[in-house]
């Protein structure tokens, strides 16, 4: 799955850019310019997937966008984490049994799935691969606001 969502930006009668998702309702932001608020998107995407999956609920797929919305990506770091998460889950697989796949603690994979924690990215690569996943990044350029 992309982890990029569409997203509405419009200006309050206080000059903010408030931004919503139609996908992720609990993420929510705002900032002074358009650009800022549209970085704080992306974090309080990642914030409110992470609760998703934490929760055990599961990651909404993007939509297409509407006319005017613009396109927000999750923090590639925290995208890799929700694909594991989702990975093990669709799989039917335990932190365990991933643990003694590849050879590590079952802590170790705890923090690799915990969107909190700073894990290397290449870590978690080799988790998804060892599940028979793969991680795609992709450059995308972001529109001028």
Same mark, same amino acid.
């Given at each position: 799955? #992309?982890?990029?969502?569409?997203?509405?930006?419009?200006?309050? *009668?206080?000059?903010?850019?408030?931004? $919503?998702?139609?996908?992720?309702?609990?993420?929510? $932001?705002? +900032? =002074?310019?358009?650009?800022?608020?549209? #970085? @704080?998107?992306?974090?309080?995407?990642?914030?409110?997937?992470? /609760?998703?999956?934490? @929760? /055990?609920?599961?990651?909404?797929? %993007?939509?297409?966008?509407?006319? /005017?919305?613009?396109?927000?990506?999750?923090? %590639?770091?925290? =995208? =890799?984490?929700?694909?594991?998460?989702?990975?093990?889950?669709?799989?039917?697989? $335990?932190?365990?049994?991933?643990?003694?796949?590849?050879?590590? $603690? *079952? +802590?170790?994979?705890?923090?690799?799935?915990?969107?909190?924690?700073?894990?290397?990215?290449?870590?978690?690569?080799?988790?998804?691969?060892?599940?028979?996943?793969?991680?795609?990044? @992709?450059?995308?350029?972001?529109?001028?606001?």
């Amino acid at each position: 799955m #992309r982890y990029l969502y569409p997203v509405t930006l419009v200006q309050d *009668e206080q000059g903010q850019y408030v931004v $919503t998702s139609p996908d992720v309702p609990e993420a929510i $932001t705002d +900032g =002074a310019s358009q650009q800022q608020a549209l #970085r @704080e998107m992306g974090e309080a995407l990642g914030a409110a997937l992470a /609760g998703y999956a934490i @929760e /055990g609920r599961d990651i909404p797929t %993007p939509s297409e966008p509407e006319p /005017g919305q613009r396109l927000v990506p999750v923090a %590639p770091l925290v =995208a =890799a984490k929700l694909a594991l998460r989702t990975a093990l889950r669709e799989e039917g697989m $335990t932190n365990v049994a991933l643990a003694d796949r590849l050879g590590v $603690t *079952e +802590g170790a994979v705890r923090r690799l799935v915990d969107p909190d924690h700073a894990s290397r990215l290449d870590r978690v690569v080799i988790a998804l691969a060892a599940i028979g996943r793969g991680l795609v990044v @992709e450059d995308l350029k972001q529109v001028a606001a």
